[in-house]
């Protein structure tokens, strides 16, 4: 399966669903585009939904960080909807103290309006 990135919105919130595999190649370059896309609109809420990501490598987590710092630099910030072998991951890696994940894009969302906000 190959790698996609769609975007939609949900009131001030970008939602980015990612499916396929976010592993080395084409994959990281994909998800880098569309969030230079939301920066460059001004969207500064963005949930990143891993729930149809059947692979990720550590340079799709690298992206993933990549692409968490080119947010904050301008402002905004990312929340993850991950499912639980992503959370997991995310756990053993540490990269749960770098991002915020939730089990589903209702809680991930609903995390701006509850938490103070750079944007």
């Avoid at 990549?66 to 639980?84: D, I, K, W, Y």
Wanted: charged share 25%; net charge negative.
């Amino acid at each position: 399966m190959s790698f996609q990135a769609t975007v939609r919105h949900k009131g001030d919130v970008a939602v980015i669903d990612l499916s396929g595999r976010l592993v080395l190649g084409e994959a990281p370059r994909t998800l880098q585009e569309a969030i230079l896309e939301l920066i460059l609109e001004g969207r500064r809420k963005i949930v990143l939904n891993l729930m149809d990501v059947s692979h990720l490598d550590s340079a799709g987590l690298g992206e993933m960080c990549a692409a968490c710092a080119s947010v904050t630099n301008s402002g905004g910030e990312v929340r993850l909807v991950t499912p639980v072998r992503i959370h997991d991951q995310m756990e053993v890696t540490k990269l749960s103290t770098v991002f915020a994940d939730y089990p589903d894009e209702a809680a991930a969302a609903e995390s701006f309006r509850r938490e103070p906000s750079n944007a």
